[in-house]
């Protein structure tokens, strides 16, 4: 079984040491360590709000529960800290405040689950905290069809001069010959 879980960044204070405070620490080094393993680039920030998908690493190997590994792959209710030690993540992505803004990035699902429709999961659940006219991401060109499907509209290269200009700074930062990429906006 799948969870959609939003990760809580804010980390506790170096002198609350609760159980709870611990386990936060604990979902916060895992997503981390994630995207360290799979997109070493990436600067995973506590600013960030990240959205995670976890699998359930007990059930997946129960043949009992395989009726209710098809029929109920999703559950975005949010899971308790204690069953997060019972699985494992495997997607994440991450929606980035500049300034009035918002940048979608790190769309990132683990190469063995990719082709199940994972990141559309992602993207329907971030949908509702993203706010249209003022949610970028950057992508690489072969993402863009699961970009439009989700209603992002390509922002074509004239238009780009016209770009916010600490979007467009970001994108100048992101965004080379070695590495094109395309910027879409939610509209």
């Given at each position: 079984m799948i969870n959609i879980h939003w990760v809580d960044t804010n980390l506790p204070p170096q002198y609350e040491h609760c159980v709870a405070s611990l386990q936060r620490i604990k979902q916060w080094s895992a997503v981390k360590l994630f995207?360290?393993?799979?997109?070493?680039?990436?600067?995973?920030?506590?600013?960030e709000s990240i959205a995670?998908?976890?699998q359930d690493v007990a059930k997946e190997f129960d043949t009992d529960n395989q009726h209710e590994l098809k029929h109920n792959s999703i559950n975005s209710n949010v899971k308790s800290e204690a069953s997060?030690?019972?699985?494992?993540?495997?997607?994440a992505i991450r929606v980035k405040h500049v300034g009035q803004y918002q940048?979608?990035?790190g769309l990132l699902v683990a190469p063995q689950h990719r082709g199940k429709g994972l990141a559309t999961k992602l993207i329907q659940f971030i949908a509702p905290i993203l706010v249209p006219k003022k949610c970028f991401l950057f992508t690489d060109i072969s993402l863009q069809p699961l970009y439009l499907q989700q209603q992002f509209q390509w922002v074509q290269?004239?238009?780009?001069?016209?770009?916010?200009a600490n979007i467009l700074q970001l994108y100048q930062r992101y965004h080379s010959e070695s590495?094109?990429?395309i910027i879409m906006q939610l509209p």
């Amino acid at each position: 079984m799948i969870n959609i879980h939003w990760v809580d960044t804010n980390l506790p204070p170096q002198y609350e040491h609760c159980v709870a405070s611990l386990q936060r620490i604990k979902q916060w080094s895992a997503v981390k360590l994630f995207y360290r393993k799979h997109m070493p680039y990436a600067r995973v920030s506590t600013k960030e709000s990240i959205a995670v998908i976890y699998q359930d690493v007990a059930k997946e190997f129960d043949t009992d529960n395989q009726h209710e590994l098809k029929h109920n792959s999703i559950n975005s209710n949010v899971k308790s800290e204690a069953s997060l030690e019972s699985s494992e993540i495997i997607a994440a992505i991450r929606v980035k405040h500049v300034g009035q803004y918002q940048l979608i990035s790190g769309l990132l699902v683990a190469p063995q689950h990719r082709g199940k429709g994972l990141a559309t999961k992602l993207i329907q659940f971030i949908a509702p905290i993203l706010v249209p006219k003022k949610c970028f991401l950057f992508t690489d060109i072969s993402l863009q069809p699961l970009y439009l499907q989700q209603q992002f509209q390509w922002v074509q290269p004239p238009k780009i001069a016209q770009l916010p200009a600490n979007i467009l700074q970001l994108y100048q930062r992101y965004h080379s010959e070695s590495r094109p990429l395309i910027i879409m906006q939610l509209p």
